[in-house]
Nanobody, 119 residues
Framework: VQLVESGGGLVQPGGSLRLSCAAS????????MGWARQVPGKGLEWVSK???????YLANSVKGRFTISRDNAKNTVYLRMNSLKPEDTAVYYC??????????????WGQGTRVTVSS
């Protein structure tokens, strides 16, 4: 199983990024997928999830700014992040999304991609 994130980087406040996560080694379309983030010194939190049906979840802190999508033909999940704020600075992880809190001991996880929002 592999989940490979890309698209992170340094962006100014108000800017945009699109994260991508290419999955392999499991039946992608059968899994809910999600993006979680971790700020240094803080816990891991789910930012967004997309279910097998296409339904989505967004954390309150990113509603109206982030959009999650998936392409089952490409085994890829995306996170479009607009109007980025300094508090969005974190390492972002792609993972199979369970029903509980984000926990790297559960499910499949990528290695993470760093997003830094700073002027």
């Amino acid at each position: 199983v592999q989940l490979v994130e890309s698209g992170g980087g340094l962006v100014q406040p108000g800017g945009s990024l699109r994260l991508s996560c290419a999955a392999s080694g499991f039946t992608f379309s059968c899994y809910a997928m999600g993006w979680a983030r971790q700020v240094p010194g803080k816990g891991l939190e789910w930012v967004s999830k997309i279910y097998q049906t296409g339904g989505t979840y967004l954390a309150n802190s990113v509603k109206g700014r982030f959009t999650i999508s998936r392409d089952n033909a490409k085994n890829t999940v995306y996170l479009r992040m607009n109007s980025l704020k300094p508090e969005d600075t974190a390492v972002y992880y792609c993972a199979t999304a369970g029903t509980g809190p984000a926990d790297r001991r559960n499910g499949y996880w990528g290695q993470g991609t760093r997003v830094t929002v700073s002027s």
